[in-house]
T-cell receptor
Framework: DGGITQSPKYLFRKEGQNVTLSCEQNLNHDAMYWYRQDPGQGLRLIYYSQIVNDFQKGDIAEGYSVSREKKESFPLTVTSAQKNPTAFYLC??????????????FGPGTRLTVL | RKEVEQDPGPFNVPEGATVAFNCTYSNSASQSFFWYRQDCRKEPKLLMSVYSSGNEDGRFTAQLNRASQYISLLIRDSKLSDSATYLCVVNDRGSTLGRLYFGRGTQLTVWP
């Protein structure tokens, strides 16, 4: 089945530790995105990538890093510099080319809790 | 000013009711419009795209008014399973292709 997978579903870390969230897609999509969602809030864009080996900062990139070495993979690292990392993290992908009908498809998300 | 603004809700309606959600967007150059549905503690899922002429999918009707920069979603004959948060989503043609802006969502609860 085609889709987007994120792992793990729940993640607990101690304050000050870096943590990497996995995102894999087999939809052959060029573009991939990372969002953060806090309770009662909308989705905020952290980073996005339109093509392998290229990515851009979104609205809240500070304290996060990404890589895009393969088309199907877009891991997100939450570093110790992120002041408030506890949140629901969502990965998405889209075909990526063209401004019309560029709907995004989401993975199931990772809930990160920093203790 | 936020890119996308929605009715804050929550909307609480009985089964069988008709309910409408509204959304406004700030960028007149936007080209793509969507409604997503998000269940509690789950990922957003595409409900429907919104086309210039308006479109319908079963009990759901979406309308777009470019002049007023306004999008609506109408749900007829509400079901218990329609209870969710509905996100209004707009692209920004003026920025990098593929970038979408999400509203904060409108919460709907359908009661028996």
């Amino acid at each position: 089945d085609g889709g987007i997978t994120q792992s793990p579903k729940y993640l607990f870390r101690k304050e000050g530790q870096n943590v990497t969230l996995s995102c894999e897609q087999n939809l052959n999509h060029d573009a991939m995105y990372w969002y953060r969602q806090d309770p009662g809030q909308g989705l905020r864009l952290i980073y996005y990538s339109q093509i392998v080996n290229d990515f851009q900062k979104g609205d809240i990139a500070e304290g996060y890093s990404v890589s895009r070495e393969k088309k199907e993979s877009f891991p997100l690292t939450v570093t110790s510099a992120q002041k408030n990392p506890t949140a629901f993290y969502l990965c998405a992908s889209s075909i990526g080319q063209g401004p019309l009908y560029n709907e995004q498809f989401f993975g199931p998300g990772t809930r990160l809790t920093v203790l | 000013r936020k890119e996308v603004e929605q009715d804050p809700g929550p909307f609480n309606v009985p089964e069988g009711a008709t309910v409408a959600f509204n959304c406004t967007y700030s960028n007149s150059a936007s080209q793509s419009f969507f409604w997503y549905r998000q269940d509690c503690r789950k990922e957003p899922k595409l409900l429907m795209s919104v086309y210039s002429s308006g479109n319908e999918d079963g009990r759901f009707t979406a309308q777009l008014n470019r002049a007023s920069q306004y999008i609506s979603l109408l749900i007829r004959d509400s079901k218990l399973s329609d209870s969710a948060t509905y996100l209004c989503v707009v692209n920004d043609r003026g920025s990098t292709l593929g970038r979408l802006y999400f509203g904060r969502g409108t919460q709907l609860t359908v009661w028996p």
